[in-house]
């Protein structure tokens, strides 16, 4: 994922589900939802079969986390970056520094998603408020991990690493005051608008 490809990959799903987002929210104005998206019923209501206990956003979640994960590890073929730290060297340098960063920013993706299959499967009642907590989570860790990501970088790099973090930390702002205030339209707005503006930061080029 540290080639052009790789963020490539990473900038069509991120962009995937920006777009599907804005159109969330933008249904949900123009029809006056109260909720964004209704929460689940109670499971004893809900069908027995899978896709009726689980959102579509948590399956898409796992999905697309384990898509730019396992990339990470193991392309092109015959490589393997599961190793963190070189032994055999005396100093026990941290290896692969640049995938690990990406391995943990996706991961609390995936954890995020597994979150909501576990709130929305294994709970009687869907616990939105943990679901919450968990996705924003996974944003506050990103803009740390994009805080260390720009050392070593080039100066467009930097500069694009840089300008990503802004609407990042405003998403992950947004989402922890949704824990508590949840169901308002101007989050809703604003999450959306920090989304597109920065859905082109994962495809910057390398050179």
Request: aromatic share 12%; glycine share 6%; proline share 6%.
């Amino acid at each position: 994922m540290g080639t052009l490809g790789g963020h490539l990959i990473a900038g069509l799903l991120f962009l995937i589900v920006v777009l599907y987002y804005s159109v969330l929210v933008s249904l949900a104005l123009l029809r006056g939802q109260r909720f964004l998206k209704s929460p689940l019923p109670p499971r004893d209501k809900r069908g027995h079969r899978w896709w009726q206990l689980v959102s579509v956003e948590a399956v898409v979640k796992v999905v697309f986390s384990l898509i730019v994960i396992l990339p990470e590890l193991f392309y092109p073929p015959g490589t393997n970056r599961m190793v963190m730290v070189d032994w055999e060297d005396p100093k026990r340098p941290f290896v692969f520094q640049d995938t690990w960063q990406h391995i943990t920013m996706y991961g609390f993706f995936l954890f995020s998603g597994v979150v909501d299959i576990v709130s929305q499967v294994c709970q009687a009642r869907q616990n939105m408020k943990l679901e919450r907590a968990a996705e924003a989570l996974a944003f506050c860790v990103l803009v740390l991990l994009l805080i260390n990501h720009i050392e070593n970088k080039s100066t467009l790099e930097s500069r694009v690493h840089a300008l990503f973090m802004l609407p990042v930390f405003l998403v992950g702002l947004v989402l922890i005051i949704e824990v508590w205030v949840p169901d308002q339209p101007s989050l809703w707005v604003l999450k959306a608008w920090m989304g597109e503006a920065g859905r082109v930061a994962p495809c910057e080029h390398r050179y």
